[in-house]
């Protein structure tokens, strides 16, 4: 099976709101009480990212990290009330990917597990599968979730939302989104491409009219943004 996140948290309330934050943008989570627990769970599933907190019953959190990398490499988040210095030293010598305080802002959580994503699997992308942040994009299906639920694109929306979101961050010209999209050859106007732009923004965006995921760079093209 695979999992996206497993978060070792012995705090029920904590991780009960925590993972309803990580499960609102498409992640799957499996949650673990314990070290020992998370240990077991990392031998029989395929894990993408260990959250892991270190004040755990029986073995603490850096005795799990020092374990999950003896054999492997998945991304580590530790999450922890201890922020001394030397706690989180202590994590990013045992293999740490990242580092965050309690208590959790869990909008800052999801936006450090996107890009703790984004650097270890290239623009959050595992074989068929591109996340980001509320959207799944199935790539095998050409079918795209929003907050797990299925939005309705048409061929075109499809192919211009996967392109931007395969870069994100990057300003990408006008004409370089409608040739790949259109062609070159096409006898589609350049206004074809504002008028999809709109569409997909009706579609994903909270707000269309204000944007913040499909950003207009004036004069230029437009640039994805993870969020």
Known sequence: MMIDILMVEDEEELAGLLRIYMEKVGYRVRWAMSGEEALDCLRKDSVRMLLLDIMLPGMDGFAVCREVRKTGSVPILIISARVGKEDQLNGFRLGADDYIEK?????????????????????SVEKDMLYSGSLTIDKSARRVYKNKIPIDLNVKEYELLLLL??????TLDKDFLFNRIW????FSENQTLTVHIKMLR???EEEPKKPTRIRTVWGVGYCYEEI
């Open 165 to 170: 979101a395969e870069n994100p961050g990057k």
């Open 183 to 186: 062609g070159e050859d096409s």
């Open 103 to 123: 208590p959790v802002d869990p909008d800052l959580l999801v936006a450090k597990i996107g890009s703790l994503f984004a650097r270890a699997y290239g623009a």
């Open 202 to 204: 009706n579609k994903i």
